[in-house]
């Protein structure tokens, strides 16, 4: 895996989330106080964009799909029991270094 560069820290909201594009992967990137968390960005059951759902439940660290309410969550990528349409996703290594976002991704 090659790390790289994706983003500056100040340009993802706390609370919120982005998308990124690297090799022709979408990658989520979302910010909880201190920590980033990145995980592909496209919904294991219809590809919906991930980033455009809503961030916030189970200590802020899950992601809600726009289109069909799957839940990742973000430390591990596992998908909700609730949601068994849905399957597990990919989540990348992130290092924060100064302001500078770099993750760990498969081109």
């Not at 920590?35 to 919906?48: L, S």
């Amino acid at each position: 895996m090659a790390e790289v560069k994706v983003a500056n820290v100040s340009e993802i909201p706390d609370g919120g989330m982005i998308c990124r594009a690297h090799g022709g992967r979408q990658i989520l990137l979302a910010r909880v106080g201190d920590e980033v968390f990145a995980m592909d960005d496209v919904c294991t059951h219809a590809g919906a964009p991930l980033h455009e759902g809503d961030l916030g439940r189970e200590g802020d660290c899950v992601v809600t799909c726009p289109w069909h309410d799957a839940h990742f969550d973000l430390r591990t990528g596992t998908v909700d029991q609730d949601t068994p349409w849905g399957s597990d996703t990919e989540v990348f290594p992130v290092r924060v270094d100064g302001d500078q976002v770099w993750v760990s991704v498969g081109d």
